[in-house]
C-alpha cells in the first residue's frame, strides 16, 4: 500500500532583515495509513511550518510532496483548498469556534462546505459528538462549554468529514494537566480506531503518548523512531 504521505526534500525559506531563515530544510518524511506521529521540538524549530506544509496551508519553495498518492506543491489554491476540505482536519491550540452557533452547528460547517444535504449533516454531527463524549451538549453554545469541551467540539469538527489526516498543532497547549489528559487519551481512541494522526508539540510528555517521534531541529529531522513505553526519545532537544 502505498504511503498517505511523502514529503521528498522540501524546504521553506522566509526572509527576516538582509538574511535568509531555512525554517524547513531538505526535510523527507514519510507518514503511512494509521499511524499516530508526534512532531516534537522547541520553539523555531519549524515544526508548525512543517505541518503547514503538510496542511497545505503553505508551499515549499523546493522538494516534492504526495499526499494519497497525488503530487499536490504545485497544484492550483482552488484545487489545494478542495484537497483540505476533502481530506484534512485541523486542530489548532486554541479552539477556534463561532460564538453564536451551537456545537452541533460548529461541527457541521464543513459538511456545509463539502455540499452535504441538511439532514445528513445534523446525523453526521451528532455521531461526530457523540464520538467525543458529548452526546448531551450539541445545543450549547461554545461560550456555556468548558475549555476542554471546546476543544473536544473542535476534534468532532475535524473528524466529521472523514478525513484522511488529522493535523493537531500543540492541541493541549492552554489545558490544564488533567484536560490534556483526557484530551490526548481521545487521541489514543481515534488512532485505535484507525485514524491517522500528526501532532505537533513540545512537551515530552505529550509526545509519548504517539506511536512515533520525530526529532525537529532548526528545520531538520534529527531522530525518527518508535516510541518505547519508557519514553525512547526523551533525549530530544527542548
Not at 171 to 181: C, E, H, I, N, Y
Request: proline share 5%.
Amino acid at each position: 500500500m502505498q504511503p498517505l504521505l511523502q514529503t521528498v526534500g522540501i524546504t521553506k525559506c522566509y526572509p527576516s532583515g538582509a538574511t535568509i531563515i531555512r525554517a524547513v530544510s531538505d526535510v523527507s518524511l514519510l507518514v503511512r495509513h494509521g499511524e499516530f506521529v508526534a512532531i516534537r521540538g522547541r520553539s523555531g524549530s519549524g515544526k508548525s511550518t512543517l505541518m503547514n506544509l503538510v496542511g497545505l496551508l503553505e508551499r515549499p519553495d523546493s522538494g516534492e510532496y504526495f499526499l494519497q498518492g497525488q503530487a499536490v506543491a504545485k497544484l492550483s489554491e482552488e484545487k489545494r483548498a478542495a484537497i483540505r476540505r476533502q481530506a484534512i482536519g485541523f486542530i489548532f491550540q486554541l479552539p477556534v469556534l463561532l460564538p453564536r452557533a451551537t456545537a452541533l452547528e460548529n461541527i457541521e460547517l464543513p459538511l456545509i462546505y463539502a455540499g452535504v444535504a441538511r439532514s445528513q449533516r445534523r446525523r453526521r454531527a451528532k455521531d461526530a459528538l457523540d464520538s467525543v463524549g458529548l452526546a448531551e451538549r450539541g445545543h450549547h453554545w461554545p461560550s456555556q462549554l468548558s475549555g476542554g469541551e471546546q476543544q473536544r467540539v473542535v476534534i468532532a469538527r475535524a473528524i466529521v468529514n472523514d478525513p484522511a489526516l488529522i493535523l493537531a498543532d500543540e492541541p493541549t497547549g492552554s489545558l490544564d494537566s488533567r484536560t490534556s489528559d483526557e484530551i490526548l487519551s481521545l487521541f489514543e481512541d481515534l488512532h485505535r480506531s484507525g485514524r491517522t494522526i500528526i501532532m505537533v508539540t513540545h512537551a515530552t510528555n505529550v509526545a509519548d503518548r504517539a506511536q512515533r517521534q520525530i526529532a525537529l531541529h532548526d528545520g531538520q529531522i534529527l531522530k525518527d523512531e518508535a516510541t518505547s513505553p519508557q519514553g525512547a526519545l526523551a533525549e530530544f532537544p527542548e
